[in-house]
């Protein structure tokens, strides 16, 4: 049986932790998040601050988009990246509910 076949049998809160999971569950993106936490940055900014290649950070950016933890502001040819201080703060209750179980 695979995960998507199956998610009704899981509430929406397991399913919620198991996005965000999957979503910081790289240390690459760890370590985005704590540079966007301490300001906002281009995909070029990021990439000189950590050892990979552009192409994997803006992968990287884009799968914490996809859980919202990052906002990303076009201003072409760039874009900002900023922490989403509302949806990190939901995440941090999310998982402190998880491990309250």
Do not use: W
């Not at 290649?53 to 900002?80: C, F, N, W, Y």
């Amino acid at each position: 049986m695979g995960f998507s076949s199956s998610l009704s049998s899981y509430s929406s809160s397991q399913i919620e932790v198991s996005k965000v999971a999957r979503a910081i569950g790289h240390p690459a993106r760890i370590a985005i998040l704590e540079l966007l936490f301490k300001k906002d940055c281009t995909c070029n900014d990021l990439v000189s601050q950590l050892p990979l290649a552009q192409s994997t950070v803006s992968q990287h950016l884009k799968e914490l988009r996809k859980v919202r933890l990052i906002h990303g502001l076009d201003m072409p040819p760039k874009t900002i990246y900023s922490l989403n201080k509302q949806a990190y703060s939901q995440v941090q209750v999310l998982l402190n509910s998880f491990f309250q179980c």
